[in-house]
């Protein structure tokens, strides 16, 4: 069953959401939020759920609920009612996004520039966003992802390699950007940045960086993993992802010519054309990758051929 948050007019929390332009993070833990330090932004228990608000320059808002694949139900509960009262204390502007580990929108991962990061466990097993370099960290990451970074923590062992990604070692004083035979060199820049900012961010320089290429790895790795295996050939679905999310999209004309609403599929995925658009008529065009509706009026559109607020919400929730 789910238990509420006790009620508040305004968690302390918000005194200080939306003052500065920029990314704010907090964590739901036992029914109360706790702020997430800025050298662990990027990083999300899947165990967890948190609330993230982001201020523009000019004092807009985006509020997003991230939920973790294995938080509970009293979690994904208590960040709903903290957004709702985070939007209040806004005063009802923000724009709000809910987020799913591993279907995050574009805007939403926008914000981490060196990628996510999913660790395993959570609040309720013990494990924390501390203040400290973490320099006794053992753990494996599993990079993936060109024009979003993704890091997944994967169990610590050979098993989870595979030649064709990049993976980082993570023995807290020692981080190996490990490098599979078959990946290529976009792959290894892009896993490059999430090292970097591991040891720059949560280890505050403090940690050393090795770049090993597979078939180079030292006796501290060996130690660690053990002997070394065949290593399998990787999955190239890093380029079938991508193509999947720009594809994803659906272009709708819309008319009320008979006097009720009407629509009507003119193309399914991207990319759209030009000419697929009348200067007389009427469009929606659904984002789907990026959870957004973009609404399109014609130069010769008729004026009362405009789009009625319930309509635009009833097709957010068919989305």
């Not at 990314?23 to 967890?48: A, I, S, T």
């Not at 976009?186 to 090292?195: H, I, L, W």
């Not at 079938?240 to 609403?261: E, F, P, Q, V």
Request: proline share 4%.
């Amino acid at each position: 069953s789910y238990t509420a948050p006790r009620a508040m007019a305004s968690h302390k929390e918000f005194q200080t959401a939306g003052k500065e332009p920029g990314l704010q993070v907090w964590r739901v833990e036992k029914m109360d939020l706790k702020p997430v330090p800025k050298q662990h932004y990027g990083n999300f228990y899947n165990g967890d759920a948190y609330i993230l608000l982001y201020t523009t320059r000019g004092l807009s808002y985006n509020i997003h609920i991230w939920l973790g694949e294995e938080s509970t139900v009293d979690e994904q509960g208590g960040a709903a009612v903290f957004a709702t009262q985070l939007d209040n204390f806004l005063g009802g502007s923000p724009v709000q996004f809910r987020e799913v580990q591993g279907n995050e929108s574009l805007t939403f991962s926008g914000y981490f520039k060196s990628g996510i990061k999913y660790k395993k466990g959570g609040v309720a097993s013990g494990f924390q966003h501390a203040e400290t370099n973490e320099m006794n960290e053992k753990r494996l990451l599993h990079v993936k992802g060109r024009r979003v970074i993704k890091a997944t923590e994967v169990d610590l062992s050979w098993s989870s390699f595979n030649k064709g990604d990049c993976f980082i070692i993570d023995l807290g004083k020692d981080i190996y950007h490990w490098c599979g035979s078959d990946c290529n060199h976009f792959e290894r820049m892009k896993a490059s940045q999430v090292a970097i900012h591991i040891r720059d961010n949560e280890r505050r320089g403090r940690a050393k960086l090795h770049m090993i290429n597979e078939g180079e790895e030292p006796d501290a790795v060996i130690n660690v993993l053990g002997p070394k295996p065949n290593i399998p050939a990787g999955e190239d679905d890093d380029e079938s992802t991508d193509r999947a999310n720009k594809s994803k999209g659906s272009l709708y004309l819309i008319s009320d010519a008979a006097g009720s609403m009407k629509t009507t599929l003119v193309a399914q995925s991207s990319p759209f054309k030009q000419e697929m658009l009348s200067p007389s008529e009427c469009y929606i065009l659904d984002n789907g990758a990026d959870k957004k509706i973009f609404v399109w009026k014609g130069t010769g559109a008729l004026n009362k051929q405009s789009f009625p607020p319930q309509f635009i919400v009833i097709l957010c929730f068919i989305h």
